[in-house]
């Protein structure tokens, strides 16, 4: 597939099977995250893995996860069962929006 492929053909999900990922896939995505080139290469993002229901259920309610779309609701089951949180370390950088 090639990059214009794949450009034409993503899409925005907002829906989700009730499948749990693996956390070694989860912390294979990480290590392969933290390689990314970085702005004078500080390196300043940290990577946090939540999968733990409790606390994807506790993000979740925090995301507001497609507030355009009037009526739009996520079923608990639709939800998604983990995520990678993008984090700053200011003792490294204080401005990191570019390598975000």
């Known amino acids: 597939m090639t990059t214009r ?22 912390k294979e995505i990480v290590e392969l995250a933290r390689l990314y080139p970085s702005g004078g290469n500080l390196q300043p993002l940290r990577f946090a893995i939540l999968s733990a229901k409790e ?18 609701t996520i079923a608990p089951q639709e939800r998604p069962t983990a995520y990678i949180v993008l984090l ?6 204080k401005k990191c929006d570019y390598d975000i």
Not at 13 to 23: G, N
Not at 88 to 93: L, N, Q, Y
């Open 55 to 72: 606390h994807t259920d506790a993000l979740f309610a925090d995301l507001r996860w497609a507030m355009y779309l009037p009526d739009f």
């Open 5 to 26: 492929e794949a450009m034409l053909q993503r899409r925005s999900i907002r829906k989700f099977l009730p499948k749990e990922i693996p956390l070694d896939t989860l």
């Open 88 to 93: 700053r370390d200011s003792t490294v950088s």
